[in-house]
């Protein structure tokens, strides 16, 4: 069995296109499907269902997946033996987060982290609603809520506070609110529902109940701004916004908690690049649980 044609089916079963895969494997349409035509000939039955919308594995095709899959992860395995014999720490690990904790705490750690490893080329992805670690979407990923099934290692990384903000000059404008009843006349600066893709991102809903009046985005980063710049009353991340001029924490009652988790793969949680991210991330999270756990102005609660 030829693993160029192995390889190209798994990118397309992993990718639902012909012309997706092509462009991640750099190589042109007409390529692609010759070998998928050639996989498919040597295996004498479909592996795949091409329809306009895109290509779905068969049933045999799904099997062929599994296969390959193995496959790759040996291949994998062999590199990465053969790069830690006589080389440094190589290769690229794609890490997914939420957009929240990617902005203001992975992106300066995992920057540093690749100064000191230069041959390492270290990738952060923004956490989509469906996340696969099987398809090879991520190598490492940090969610709030772990999946119950799969072949994955969970690790517990730390809880994290949020609270409620508003910026100086919007409490200049509109008045303190000294309890959670004093909201209505004020706007709330939520996410997006349609967005959130765990009940862990609930939060925002304690406090809309007292009021109608809402400014909704779908980032952190944009609910940040949007909060600074007057819009409204958000709950934000206390390590996200720690130190940020012009922004006061009120209703110190009111706070959450929750908690990130790191996910990796069984079957390639052993290669060295990734173990050693997970290790350094995991590391640099006990290191840095204050700025996390320690909530601004108020003792952390449970939300």
Known sequence: MNWDHLRVFLAVARRGQILAAAQVLGLNHATVARRLDALEEAMGVPLLERRPSGSVPTEAGERVVRIAERIETEILGITEDTRARGASLSGVVRIGAPDGLGTYFLAAELGALQQDHPDLVVELVPLPRVFSLSKREADLAVCLDPPKEGKLLVSRLTDYTLG???????????????????????????????????????????????????????????????????????????????????????????????????????DTHALARIAFCRSHLARRFREARRLFVDAPGSDPAVG
């Open 164 to 266: 409620v903000y508003a910026a100086e000059t919007y409490l200049q404008a509109h008045g303190m609110p000294s309890r959670e009843e004093d909201l209505a006349p004020h706007v709330l600066v939520t996410g997006v529902d349609d967005y959130a893709y765990t009940s862990s991102l609930d939060y925002a809903r304690v406090l809309s109940r007292w009021t109608r009046r809402h400014f909704r985005c779908a980032s952190v980063a944009g609910q940040i701004e949007a909060v600074r710049a007057g819009v409204g009353i958000g709950v934000l991340h206390d390590f996200a916004v720690r130190g940020v001029p012009g922004l006061v924490r009120i209703l110190p009652a009111v706070t959450f908690r929750r908690a990130y988790h790191l996910l990796s793969h069984r």
